[in-house]
Structures are given as structure tokens and as C-alpha cells.
């Protein structure tokens, strides 16, 4: 049909993968790009945690004098960690699913959205930011009150 063009072949399969492969790039680049940012993001909510423990070392103290127990003080920690969590998976979750239900539009083959994803997900970060709190909560709950309230 063409006596002055070569043949030239290729197989699909190869053809689907070059036109995936910046997408696969991309992916790696993110992984990496959200490990570092939920390490920087752990690393800051140990930090406020510690200086919120600093800030009611005194009140701990007072309420153990007083008899509560150990999950009365962790509780007490935890609740405004949990609280803040909350709220932000509240607000994260429909930017989240409008973003990736757009995204997914650009695809032949598209995945649907299930709630179980938000739920996994949203349970992960609050199971991360439980265990990045869990040491100074548990450190000031057991913690003696006498020395607390004696440099007050």
C-alpha cells in the first residue's frame, strides 16, 4: 500500500505502558512526597502533644491527688487529639473524594469510590496520631503528682 514507508510494528501492550508511564511516575513521586509530609505532620503533633502535657503538668498532678485513674488522664490528653483528628477527616474526606472522583474521569477504565476508603483511611491517621501521643499521655499518667504540684 505504502511502497515508500518501511513497516514498522509494535505491540499494544507496550504502547499502554508508555502512555502510563508518567502516571506511574507520578505515583511514586507522591508515595514518597505523603511518607515524608505524615512523618513532618507526626513529628509536629509530637511536639504540640509535649508541650500541651508541659502546659497541664500541674493540673495533672491535681486531678491524680484528687483519685483519677489512668484512663481519666489519658482521656483527658487524648480527647483534643481525637477531637482535632476528627474534624479534619471531616473536612479532608469530601475534598478528597471530589478530587479523586475528577481524577478518575480521565481513565478508559475507571475504579469506582467506596466508603471503605475514607473509613481505612480515616481510622490509619487516627491510629497514627493515637500512637504519636501515646508516649507523653502515657508518660504523664504515670507520672508521681507530688512532683508536679511541689515546683508549682
Known amino acids: 500500500m505504502f511502497p515508500g514507508s518501511p513497516f514498522e510494528y509494535f505491540f499494544l501492550d507496550e504502547m499502554f505502558n508508555n502512555q502510563y508511564k508518567s502516571d506511574t511516575r507520578f505515583g511514586k513521586i507522591f508515595g514518597l512526597f505523603a511518607a515524608l509530609s505524615i512523618f513532618i505532620s507526626c513529628l509536629g503533633l509530637f511536639g504540640l502533644v509535649s508541650f500541651t502535657t508541659l502546659l497541664r503538668t500541674r493540673e495533672i498532678g491535681i486531678r491524680k491527688t484528687y483519685g483519677a485513674s489512668m484512663?481519666?488522664?489519658?482521656?483527658?490528653?487524648?480527647?483534643?487529639?481525637?477531637?482535632?483528628?476528627?474534624?479534619?477527616?471531616?473536612?479532608?474526606?469530601?475534598i478528597a473524594y471530589y478530587l479523586m472522583n475528577s481524577w478518575l474521569e480521565n481513565f478508559a477504565t475507571r475504579a469506582p469510590l467506596d466508603i471503605r476508603i475514607f473509613l481505612i483511611s480515616g481510622s490509619i491517621s487516627l491510629a497514627?496520631?493515637?500512637?504519636?501521643?501515646?508516649?507523653?499521655?502515657?508518660?504523664?499518667?504515670?507520672a508521681n503528682p507530688i512532683e508536679s504540684i511541689r515546683y508549682e
Open 71 to 94: 484512663p481519666d488522664i489519658i482521656g483527658l490528653l487524648a480527647k483534643e487529639t481525637v477531637l482535632f483528628m476528627a474534624m479534619a477527616i471531616l473536612t479532608a474526606v469530601p
Open 128 to 142: 497514627v496520631a493515637m500512637a504519636t501521643t501515646g508516649y507523653h499521655t502515657l508518660k504523664a499518667a504515670f
